[in-house]
């Protein structure tokens, strides 16, 4: 195997042949296809979800994480938030020459073990490779198809008065990876919350109350902020939080402020919002402190029933104030 990429892996001759091989030996035992064109995958259940996703990591290897884990994660993430168990995935990527072999493996070492730790096998896959100066070194895509036993989250679910709970804290990935492009110094203190969040989500299955958590999302690009804008919009209610009780590291406030971003804004690889039924609130956070990804759980606001499309924070001073939706990118771009 050559020590980097080269246009001739993406042929479809020996070298494709070579790489693909290479590929399927370290992926190991989560992957299961048979070289087939098509995956043919036994499902027995009435309903399935499926979601996909491309990532354009900047910069792809990173601290604590590369490319590799963030795929996973992100498609498992967002099958479950939605109820339903993560199965199955699919892996294409799109190599630049010149990528270092060393990397890719870095890459696939953490596909395999998060797909591990998710439960989740990658049942077909498709590679190309394309020139010097095309790519960032490696693009991935992702599709998950996951199947349901219960009935479907959704955000229409959540009733005026319900609360909002945050699994962790905000800010950590996006101050991580901007620390190690910009070499600002930070990433050895802050790292990368990126997890794959679907075992933590089987906990509140198996111990709250069926229908306590109305509904859940992944808080991801965009942050918090457009989190919340976006369950108000499908409500048509004005979500308000708690400025005092939102989870910010002080290293990544410290960080955040210096760069000129605000942390609700901030990406996240591996924190939830919780939309939870006022009287499972106890139940909830006790479930998510017992386990590894929700051990910062907090209470941060509620659903209001004030009948308008906004996002409001209560300030430590007990100001309110509007938090406006962003119409462009406040960072550079991460993912």
């Not at 590894?292 to 009948?307: D, K, N, Q, S």
């Amino acid at each position: 195997m050559d020590q980097h990429i080269v246009l001739d892996h993406g042929t479809g001759a020996r070298l494709s042949r070579e790489l693909v091989e290479f590929v399927v030996g370290v992926l190991g035992d989560v992957y299961i296809g048979e070289m087939e064109d098509s995956a043919v995958l036994p499902i027995s259940v009435g309903r399935i979800a499926m979601t996909t996703d491309s990532f354009v990591v900047d910069p792809p290897f990173f601290g604590n994480g590369d490319i590799g884990k963030i795929a996973v994660c992100g498609t498992v993430n967002d099958l479950a938030v939605v109820g339903a168990q993560p199965l199955y995935l699919t892996l294409a990527m799109i190599l630049e020459t010149g990528l270092p072999i060393a990397q890719l493996h870095r890459a696939l070492v953490s596909i395999r073990d998060t797909a591990r730790e998710a439960g989740v096998k990658i049942v077909a896959g498709d590679t190309k490779v394309v020139g010097e100066g095309e790519a960032d070194g490696i693009f991935l895509n992702t599709t998950g198809i996951g199947v349901f036993h219960e009935e479907p989250k959704r955000m229409t679910d959540v009733e005026v008065g319900d609360r909002i709970i945050l699994s962790g804290p905000i800010g950590n990935h996006t101050i991580h990876l901007l620390s190690v492009r910009e070499g600002l110094g930070f990433e050895q203190r802050v790292v990368s919350d990126c997890a794959p969040l679907n075992g933590m989500i089987d906990s509140l299955r198996d111990k709250v109350p069926a229908g306590a958590v109305r509904s859940m999302r992944d808080v991801t690009r965009g942050g918090l902020s457009a989190v919340l804008h976006e369950y108000s919009s499908a409500l048509g209610r004005a979500v308000r939080i708690e400025e005092s009780a939102l989870p910010i590291d002080h290293e990544t406030r410290m960080a955040a402020d210096m760069l000129g971003i605000d942390p609700i804004n901030a990406a996240n690889e591996g924190c939830l919002a919780l939309f939870v039924a006022p009287d499972a609130v106890d139940a909830v956070l006790e479930t998510l402190h017992a386990h590894e990804y929700g051990r910062r759980a907090v209470l941060i606001g509620e659903i209001t029933e004030r009948a308008e499309k906004a996002v409001e924070m209560v300030g430590t001073d007990g100001r309110i104030s509007e938090i406006e939706e962003l119409k462009g990118a406040e960072l550079p771009r991460l993912c």
